[in-house]
């Protein structure tokens, strides 16, 4: 602080030539602490992207494919386990009720209910998305960028098959099945509608949340 009001007081009090050096050296000191801090921020990035192979190919970035692994990672195991509870609570709850009722009119419901959420629980279990990113435990795939990638890819493609045509087309067909065979079979339009609307709804919603973190980050480019 102090050199700096001794150059200002010199650059006021000197000529007009010396004012216009002293200008010249301030401006030229300003250009080169410039040039040093941008240099050093070069150099951060550059060490930040050590582990970039050159020959990285086209596609998204190594930081970005981390955190897309990392949110997979965090959030698949909760969309996993959450719908197979939820199946397994509603497949068990139907099942005692059909052992238990009565009357057909609500035995046969709770049965078909039943079927549908053990088949839920059973589209969990053979599906295309594992319950955890278990790509990331191969031994040294941190520090291998191009290993790495290909994981993102993988999971992009589970990630893919899990939302694809053909969960829609099986969760449909549950639930089309269950409600035209309380409609028709047992002559119970009501419950038929019923036991269509929530099964659609619920295998539909489980599709609909799968965590998609890889596939949004990959895009056409898959």
Avoid: C
Avoid at 156 to 162: E, L, M, V
């Amino acid at each position: 602080m102090f050199t700096g009001f001794v150059a200002l007081s010199l650059l006021i009090a000197a000529p007009p030539n010396l004012q216009e050096a002293l200008s010249d050296k301030i401006a030229s000191d300003k250009i080169a602490s410039d040039k040093i801090a941008s240099d050093e921020i070069a150099s951060d990035e550059i060490a930040s992207d050590a582990l970039v192979p050159a020959n990285w190919p086209t596609g998204p970035s190594l930081p970005a494919i981390r955190d897309a692994l990392a949110s997979d990672a965090r959030y698949t195991p909760w969309w996993f386990w959450g719908w197979g509870a939820t199946f397994m609570t509603a497949g068990t709850v139907q099942l005692s009720l059909s052992a238990t009722a009565d009357e057909r009119a609500l035995r046969m419901p709770a049965t078909v209910g039943t079927i549908s959420a053990f088949l839920g629980v059973l589209g969990l279990a053979i599906g295309e998305l594992p319950p955890t990113v278990e790509l990331l435990d191969l031994p040294g795939i941190e520090d291998d960028p191009l290993r790495l990638r290909e994981a993102s890819r993988v999971q992009a493609r589970r990630q893919r098959a899990a939302t694809g045509w053909l969960p829609h087309v099986l969760a449909v067909s549950v639930a089309l099945a269950g409600g035209l065979y309380l409609w028709l079979g047992e002559d119970d339009p009501l419950m038929g509608g019923i036991n269509f609307g929530i099964s659609l709804v619920a295998g539909e919603a489980q599709i609909w949340t799968v965590p998609d973190a890889s596939s949004d980050l990959w895009g056409d480019s898959l």
